[in-house]
């Protein structure tokens, strides 16, 4: 009898992996959230967003970049106007947590300088 219990017991912490996202809330078996992460105050959000992405498999292997950088980037959006993220997970085997950034392409045109602070005078970049 120990024996069967130790083979669940066995069975059911191989299943169980490592890979979490960070969200609001969180679900041990099962994970699909959305949530804030930060704003600058505008009216709206902007007339365009992109999205950069991380994946990990078991807590093991994570690759990706979800970093606000990279979806201003996929956007083409030089004034952020805020920054959401979105997660999901399964049964801690496979995890994905998404960075989306929200805002417009400044009438300047291009990248604003090195030194210019993110987030600084209504969100420029």
Do not use: F
């Not at 807590?59 to 952020?80: C, F, H, P, Q």
């Amino acid at each position: 009898m120990k024996l069967i219990v130790v083979g669940y017991a066995a069975a059911l912490l191989s299943l169980s992996g490592c890979a979490m996202v960070m969200g609001p809330v969180m679900g041990a078996w099962y994970t699909d959230v959305k949530g804030p992460v930060t704003a600058t105050g505008q009216p709206s959000k902007g007339d365009r967003s992109g999205e950069a992405c991380a994946t990990s498999i078991l807590g093991l292997i994570a690759t990706g970049d979800a970093s606000i950088e990279t979806a201003r980037k996929n956007a083409g959006v030089t004034k952020v106007t805020a920054v959401d993220m979105s997660g999901s997970s399964i049964l801690g085997i496979y995890a994905k947590y998404c960075t989306v950034v929200y805002g417009s392409k400044s009438g300047k045109g291009g990248a604003p300088a090195a030194g210019d602070k993110a987030g600084a005078e209504g969100g420029e970049l």
